[in-house]
Structure formats: structure tokens, C-alpha cells
């Protein structure tokens, strides 16, 4: 698969067609982003850690009946991905309070929740990525309810399958973000799952696992990526 020219560049990733038109190469960058932007930065060999941590997340997901856009790796932080239509929907879940629903709601971090939270974020970095419900998404026809049905659905079992995998490997999955795109009419889970777009709290010492020590300066960062990747890979 030859790599041709870039076609989209994010924050955290870059995109460039290929040769085959249903297909893309996703590129991992160690840039890091937090609080919509208001903080950058580098973490080094991010992009590395991130392609190989989320390959390996999206080749589980596969193996226990998720459709994702992944379909191989093809160097250190690069993979092969099925093109899609993306949905502009950050879909959340959350098995703790954390993060913006700590500030939102005032909580403690790492509050017990009686179920899981799921939310919307419409995805749009002038507007900081604002909250948004069902309503909203209909509303702005975002996405139709059918598709809407299938992202929740996914999100749950996908909350599901990740919280058993995670804590096989003695990490509590606090939270995480999906993102949704559409290929020939199915809903597939794409960009990326890793350290930067889920909460992972060591069992029993609670540490960090995640981008909260580059968020919360707490140093050790990269040592917290590659520990991530060195228990997913076991
Ligand atoms: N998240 C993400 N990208 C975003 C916003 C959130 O990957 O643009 C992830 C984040 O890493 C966490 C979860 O979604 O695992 C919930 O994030 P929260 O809303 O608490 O974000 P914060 O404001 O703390 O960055």
C-alpha cells in the first residue's frame, strides 16, 4: 500500500490517502492537547505507544464482534484504516466522575457512579466541543436515531469488553471517548483508543496511567504510556 498525499491534519494525528481509495493511513504525532487546545505539548514517542496500544485495542474489539476501521499496522506510527464518513459526535462513557464532569458537577475525582454515564460532545474545536444530548443530535440531524441506537449500543458493549480487558492487566478503566464514522452504511468504531482518550487508574494504587499526568503535571509520562503498552502487549 503506497502512501500518497496528506489529506486531513489534526491535533494529536495526520491522515494521507493511499493508493487504494477505500483506504487511508492514520499517522500518530507526539503532540499532545488538553483542555481543548488551551494546553500543548510532547510526549515523547507518543505517537509510537499510541499507534501500537490503540492496534492492538482495535484487533480485541474485532476479535469479540466490534467493526473498526482498523485493518493493520504498516510502520511504528503508522496504520492502515478503512475509509469512513465520520460522525462529528465524541461519544463518552464514564464508570467514575472524572475530569470536566468533576468541574461540571463539582465532584470528588474517582467518585463511585450507581451506573455508567454516557454522553455527546459535538466535535468542534471553535466551539470547545460543547456537550449536546439525543435531541440535539436529532435536532441538527447529525446523525439519524437508527445510527444513534447503534454508536450507544457499541459504546456499552464496548465498555464492557474494555473493562474486563483492562483489568486483566490490573488497570481500572475510569473513562473513554469514541468516535464513530459511516462506510457503505455501517457504523464503524474509528481514530484511535489509548492513553490520550481514556482514563486508566492502576488497581489499588489508583496512579495514572493516562494523559492526566501531562493535563495534571505529574511527570512520568512517557513511562506511563509505555507501561500501558507494555501490559496490552502481554
Ligand atoms: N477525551 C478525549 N478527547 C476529547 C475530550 C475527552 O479523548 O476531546 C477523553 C478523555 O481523555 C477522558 C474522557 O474522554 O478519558 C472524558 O474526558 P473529559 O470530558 O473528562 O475531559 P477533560 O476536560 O478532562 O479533558
Redo the contacts with the bound molecule.
Sequence with gaps: MQKLKKIYEGKTKILYETDSPGHLIQYFKDDTT??NAEKKGFIERKGIMNNKISAKIFGFLESHGVRTHFERVVSDREMLIRKVEMFPL?V?IRNRA????CRALNLEEGRKLECSVLEYTYKCDRLK?PLINEYHIRALKIASDEEVEVMKDYAFLINNLLTKFFVRLNVELI???LEFGKRKGKILLADEISP????LWEVGTEERLD?DRF?QDLGKVEEAYQEVLTRVSR
Design positions: 488538553c483542555f465524541e463518552i472524572a475530569g470536566s464532569m466541543d473513562d473513554f471517548k490520550d482518550t481514556c482514563r494523559k493535563r
